[in-house]
């Protein structure tokens, strides 16, 4: 089954203190991005990988890093949360970026940081 | 990058009613995606749409792309509570550029 799976899918955490939040995908697809879902703000891109090793800041990357080591893997890493960054987190991939592909995401991740 | 606008932000009906959302750009667009998230879940892919002026349906949900590539709406004929959720669409600038989602429009129906 086709699927993008993230970890954890519930966290609490301290400030200040390095987290990260894994995602691999089983379609091979070359895109990979993170995006956060705060209310009244939608969907906001953190960061997107076009290939392995290619990566690249979205719109609101900061306090956020990301590797792309492997096609499947994308892991988003918080090296100091802060609270304002509690948020959804999706993690999504697509065959490439070119328009006209479908966005898979995964199921989400609920992140507080007090 | 490529910003639309999507209207309303929220609408509330009655179980029975018809929905419609908007997503309204100012500059043309190559094609757009339409997502639908259930309350708790995560977005999925409802459709694409390319050409001017398509329209596609799938059961009670007609998608149509505007004349000039501009516009795009989501109708659904008499909402069911399945139909709840935050639809998006997601715009294609074409040559890769940067899409910018709309905010959604959250979708509630009182059964």
């Known amino acids: 089954e086709a699927q993008v799976t993230q970890n954890p899918r519930y966290l609490i955490t301290v400030t200040g203190k390095k987290l990260t939040v894994t995602c691999s995908q089983n379609?091979?697809?070359?895109?990979m991005s993170w995006y956060r879902q705060d209310p009244g703000l939608g969907l906001r891109q953190i960061y997107y990988?076009?290939?392995?090793?290619?990566?690249d800041k979205g719109d609101v990357p900061e306090g956020y890093k990301v590797s792309r080591k492997e096609k499947r893997n994308f892991p988003l890493i918080l090296e100091s949360p802060s609270p304002n960054q509690t948020s959804l987190y999706f993690c999504?991939?697509?065959?490439?970026?070119?328009?006209?592909?479908?966005?898979?995401f995964g199921e989400g991740s609920w992140l507080t940081v007090v | 990058g490529q910003q639309v606008m999507q209207i309303p932000q929220y609408q509330h009906v009655q179980e029975g009613e018809d929905f419609t959302t908007y997503c309204n750009s100012s500059?043309?667009?190559?094609?757009i995606q339409w997502y639908k998230q259930r309350p708790g879940g995560h977005p999925v892919f409802l459709i694409q749409?390319?050409?001017s002026g398509e329209v596609k349906k799938q059961k009670r949900l007609t998608f149509q792309f505007g004349e000039a590539k501009k516009n795009s709406s989501l109708h659904i004929t008499a909402t069911q509570t399945t139909d709840v959720g935050t639809y998006f669409c997601?715009?294609?600038?074409?040559?890769?550029?940067?899409?910018?989602w709309g905010l959604g429009t959250s979708l509630a129906v009182n059964p």
């Open positions: 749409l390319v050409k």
């Open positions: 990988s076009m290939n392995v090793e290619v990566t």
């Open positions: 997601a715009p294609g600038a074409g040559n890769n550029r940067k899409l910018i």
């Open positions: 999504a991939s697509s065959l490439s970026r070119g328009d006209g592909n479908t966005i898979y």
């Open positions: 379609m091979n697809h070359e895109y």
């Open positions: 500059t043309t667009l190559s094609n």
